[in-house]
């Protein structure tokens, strides 16, 4: 049984933000937004004001990460695959940062 994929359709006005002078990155509302990562990166950047929050390895060999503007408080999860490809998967508003307190442990 091979496995499926799914992945949350960003909001239009992100699609829109980051599609307008760049229509080649995807085809617009409905549509996962994928590209070269410094393309990608820089429109997060640049557009929105996010910069990467945290950093993960997820199989088979993909790298996730997730945005967000301290200023905005938007927030964007970016998956980049081996290859350099970078997709957008979800994106939200009122990102907050927090540290858990391990038992035992000053933060």
């Known amino acids: 049984m091979q496995a ?3 992945a949350i359709l960003l909001p239009t006005a ?17 549509h996962v937004i994928c590209g ?3 393309h990608i990166v820089e429109q997060l950047e640049t557009r929105l004001g996010e910069s990467v929050r ?4 997820a199989a088979p060999n993909q ?3 997730v945005y967000a503007s301290e200023e905005t408080g938007s927030w ?4 980049t ?5 970078t997709c957008l998967m979800a994106s939200g508003r009122f990102f907050e940062a927090y ?4 038992p035992g442990e000053a933060l």
């Open 4 to 6: 499926r994929h799914h």
């Open 14 to 30: 992100l699609t829109a933000a980051l599609l307008l002078p760049v229509p080649a990155i995807g085809q617009g509302a409905g």
């Open 36 to 38: 070269a990562r410094a």
């Open 54 to 57: 945290s950093v993960g390895l």
């Open 63 to 65: 790298i996730v990460e």
């Open 76 to 79: 964007t999860i970016a998956v």
């Open 81 to 85: 695959s081996a290859n350099g490809r």
């Open 99 to 102: 540290a858990t307190e391990i």
